[in-house]
């Protein structure tokens, strides 16, 4: 049995709603036994329980909290249950979510409440999905009539977005899907986001890489969004002439823990596949680190910006430069980039700012 834990989440009037039908259709026909934690902010509102019914917002958010790890703990008991190969278990919301709507101390005073890390929590899902609001890009369609819980303005679900970002932006499997094209192009994309996480066969989104000017990190660290972490990477010696990697990613006081590797997809490509690893697990297969390639060390940003999602690398090696990453649907699109970035060329597909180049310069 292989049952994978997924998080669909965004902002208010983001098309998540309609995105979790066509999960449900798309996988279904790939042999997936798909499974819907629904979205408990919702449940508890409608029902008279919210923060601004109960005592203290922090009250409502440790009720909250709890009733969300029971329910998925309930589920994910069902499909362990279940006589089927593959399951597919999508939570409306996660955990992190509720971030958004809380102070650091709040948080905290959640996280003790439950008795869990932002590491535990985070590392509960395999992979985390965010839709964009309709409220940046697609005002037109911003609409309350689907939800009878939804209550922000646009320019509340603009910051409520963002925030929602921030607080994911740790998970090492995040992907934001904007509203660059049309609403079905945008469901198009999710179903593929979610199939390659899944290892499945599918077009996958078209990678960009950018060299870029060295950027003012103090200026970098202050912008709303922005999440900071330090990361290793390590070559694995090869097994039948199959690349493997380690990656270890820190942030704050927490360290999460991957291994990555590519297989061929019966098109005749090739996929590549990431699987989380336990501390454990990371540290065993280091003894099969490759000597010829020191690991690769960088600081990662991730950054939103118009609705779109880059991921900005910083390597101790360069004093002068770094690289920008970011992933398109269509080879057309039009991209606006940070304003607070100087871009200098595209270097996608040349062979020396690779990562198998880079090592080199470690």
């Known amino acids: 049995m292989r049952i994978r834990k997924i998080v669909i989440t965004g902002g208010p009037s983001a098309g998540k709603t309609t995105g979790l039908t066509w999960i449900q259709n798309a996988f279904s026909k790939l042999g997936y036994t798909v499974l819907f934690v629904p979205e408990t902010a919702t449940e508890l509102i409608s029902g008279g329980v919210a923060p601004w019914t109960c005592g203290t917002n922090l009250d409502y958010q440790k009720g909250q909290m709890r009733l969300q790890l029971e329910k998925e703990k309930v589920f994910e008991r069902a499909a362990r249950s279940m006589n089927a190969e593959k399951i597919l278990l999508v939570c409306d919301r996660g955990a992190m979510d509720n971030r958004a709507y809380m102070d650091e101390g709040e948080f905290a005073a959640v996280l003790a409440d439950v008795g869990m890390t932002e590491k535990q929590l985070v590392e509960s899902y395999g992979a985390v999905f965010h839709m964009v609001t309709a409220a940046k890009g697609a005002e037109e369609f911003y609409t309350f009539e689907n939800n009878a819980a939804r209550y922000e303005s646009v320019k509340e679900a603009q910051d409520l977005d963002d925030r929602l970002i921030k607080a994911w932006s740790g998970h090492p499997y995040h992907r934001v899907i904007g509203n660059d094209r049309d609403f079905s192009a945008k469901l198009q994309r999710l179903i593929a986001e979610i199939r390659s996480f899944l290892g499945e066969p599918d077009l996958l989104g ?10 003012d990190i103090g200026l970098l660290e202050s912008l709303p969004g922005c999440r900071k972490a330090e990361m290793v990477q390590t070559w694995l010696l090869s097994r039948r002439g199959e690349e493997q990697r380690l990656r270890e ?11 990555s590797y590519k297989r061929p997809a019966p098109d005749g490509t090739q996929i590549e596949v990431e699987e989380p690893l336990t501390r454990e697990e990371y540290g065993d297969l280091l003894l099969e680190a490759d000597p010829a390639k020191r690991p690769l060390r960088k ?14 690398d910083v390597y101790p090696f360069w004093q002068d430069k770094a690289l920008l990453n970011h992933e398109l ?16 060329r595209d ?13 080199l310069l470690a």
């Open 206 to 215: 078209i990678k960009r890489r950018y060299l870029i000017e060295y950027p």
């Open 249 to 259: 990613r820190r942030e704050k006081e927490s360290s999460y823990y991957y291994r």
């Open 299 to 312: 600081t990662r940003y991730g950054l939103t910006y118009d609705g779109r999602y880059f991921e900005l």
């Open 329 to 344: 649907r269509t080879e057309d699109e039009e991209i606006c980039f940070p304003p607070e970035l100087k871009l200098l």
């Open 347 to 359: 270097v996608t597909g040349d062979a020396n700012y690779k990562s198998s180049a880079l090592v």
